[in-house]
């Protein structure tokens, strides 16, 4: 069966605009859109947006809709994933084919590693959010991001996927979005700047097919590492951004066992950077036989930033885990998540609550929930398996 109006009207979105976005001047730019918003592939069907099927979930419809006029004027194609969990958009000359299968594999990836914990239904009494505070630039100027809210519940976002032909089109779907979110604004200012961009609300990563100077770059990869990225935040929200971008490395890496996806890197990057970050971690740690790895080598690498050395223990630290405690991987990360939704809130004096911006899980709190499962010397072993590598043998 076929969607009806009522149903669309029921979400929010009007068919050729979205409505309920935070900026007005996002109508008016819809409305003085000449082309035709394209239909979506599903399930091997192609949808009118007017048209859709009542099998598809109301956050699918909302990314549909919030981006079928924009590929229809810049001429990109939608594809939605089966399971409705991520939308790709790209050039209409491009086949959909190779990236779902692409994606298929990195969400077996991440649902094998990490699976959806039990989780109680949220309080119906929780305190309401309040207005969402000023948004904050470092003194380096890198930004932090915070958004409006958290969103919807956990695993019900459909994450939108941009595959971007060359910088002309990052300026417009950056200006789409800074239009849709106001909030976006500050945010807008220095991303279309940048190759490509990650967001967790709306929920949406975008990647460049060409920039200028751009080398040592593999489109496979950047779709591998930016779907993990999309699919842990579906997951569990905001994590420490050094976990979440090392398990999507460590995805990268079972997949295809190097990395070519390295978010906020502006330097250049050694063919045999690629698949060297094992054996450089090996070489420092068996020098560092008596100086294991501390939290803060990892944990103080900040969100916006590139890191060489403290990407490296990321990627390693995320591997230890997922290769020795895998079935503890989820609880964890859940408990970081807990931590975060207790902590990370400024209550006002009416009750209701904000976020707090750019509030990161404190590192003695991430020390002890890794310690909590994993015990007290996990450092001590990780640092062990950094030295070993494939020898590395957990104590019994």
């Not at 490509?196 to 975008?206: D, I, K, N, Q, T």
Request: glycine residues 6%; contains cysteine; proline residues 5%.
């Amino acid at each position: 069966m076929l969607l009806n109006l009522g149903r669309i009207l029921s979400v929010g979105l009007l068919i050729g605009s979205f409505a309920g976005l935070s900026n007005p001047a996002a109508a008016a730019a819809l409305q003085a859109s000449h082309a035709k918003p394209v239909p979506v592939e599903w399930e091997g069907k192609k949808y009118a947006v007017d048209e859709l099927p009542e099998a598809l979930s109301d956050a699918s419809i909302k990314a549909i809709l919030g981006w079928a006029q924009w590929a229809g004027d810049n001429d990109y194609r939608m594809s939605l994933t089966d399971d409705q969990r991520v939308l790709v958009v790209q050039h209409e000359r491009r086949k959909p084919k190779d990236s779902f299968k692409l994606i298929e594999e990195t969400a077996a990836i991440v649902d094998a590693l990490l699976p959806a914990p039990a989780r109680e239904e949220e309080d119906s009494q929780t305190t309401k959010r309040g207005e969402t505070p000023v948004p904050i630039y470092d003194e380096d100027g890198t930004w932090t991001w915070k958004w409006e809210d958290d969103g919807g519940p956990l695993e019900t976002d459909t994450a939108v996927i941009l595959q971007l032909r060359s910088e002309p089109a990052q300026v417009a779907a950056v200006e789409k979005l800074t239009r849709d979110f106001d909030y976006l604004a500050e945010w807008g200012a220095s991303a279309a700047a940048r190759a490509g961009f990650s967001l967790e609300r709306p929920l949406c990563s975008a990647w460049l097919e060409s920039a200028n100077g751009q080398e040592e770059w593999d489109p496979d990869h950047e779709l591998i590492n930016r779907v993990a990225n999309m699919l842990v935040l579906r997951r569990f929200g905001q994590l420490p951004f050094w976990l979440q971008q090392g398990i999507a490395w460590h995805v990268e890496w079972e997949s295809k066992e190097t990395l070519y996806c390295y978010p906020y890197r502006a330097e250049f990057v050694y063919e045999s950077e690629h698949s060297t970050w094992p054996t450089l971690l090996k070489q420092e740690f068996k020098e560092r036989k008596d100086d294991p790895m501390a939290l803060a080598e990892v944990a103080e690498w900040h969100r916006g930033t590139f890191d060489r050395e403290r990407a490296r223990k990321a990627f390693g630290f995320a591997r230890f885990v997922a290769e020795h405690h895998a079935d503890k991987f989820s609880a964890i990360l859940e408990d970081l998540r807990l931590n975060r939704d207790a902590n990370g809130r400024f209550f006002k004096e009416d009750g209701s609550w904000t976020r707090i911006p750019g509030w990161e899980v404190p590192i003695k709190d991430q020390d002890a929930i890794f310690a909590k499962h994993l015990g007290d010397d996990y450092l001590s072993e990780a640092s062990e398996y950094f030295a070993k590598g494939k020898s590395y043998r957990p104590p019994s």
